[in-house]
């Protein structure tokens, strides 16, 4: 991951919550919902088209883990997935879980938002609660 504009952003290295031969899982910074990320292809490309057989078949195994662990940690219900790609040259998805019931884990009580609603106004959540749902999601 070259794009430095990119690392800037979403700070792969310090938020990786996992790492897959061509997809990495890294916290968002603004936690609209609890365990919300950003999935990123590990080579830039700004087109969807540009995505390998290999890639793409991997992209599912990324989904279910993520899946899988946000309802066993967090007791999401569902997922919501958006590639906006609007600045960055890499294709991303922001990946979203979703609740029917407020989650209170490390003295926050989480509530779920609608992501479209509040994508882009939320405040960056303290990077020591996000070291710690790192923590917890590994």
Known sequence: MENLEFMKRFRPDELCIKEFKYWIVCIRKKQVTLGDTIIALKRETPNMSD??????????????????????????????????????????????????KKVNLFDIEWEDRNPLNYFGSVEDTEDEVLFKIIDYMK
């Open 51 to 100: 995505i390998t057989k290999e890639e793409s078949a991997e992209f599912v195994e990324v989904t279910k883990w993520y899946e899988n662990t946000c309802i066993e940690k967090f007791g999401a219900i569902k997922f919501n997935y958006i590639a906006m790609m609007m600045h960055d040259l890499f294709v991303h998805y922001h990946a979203f879980p979703r609740y029917d």
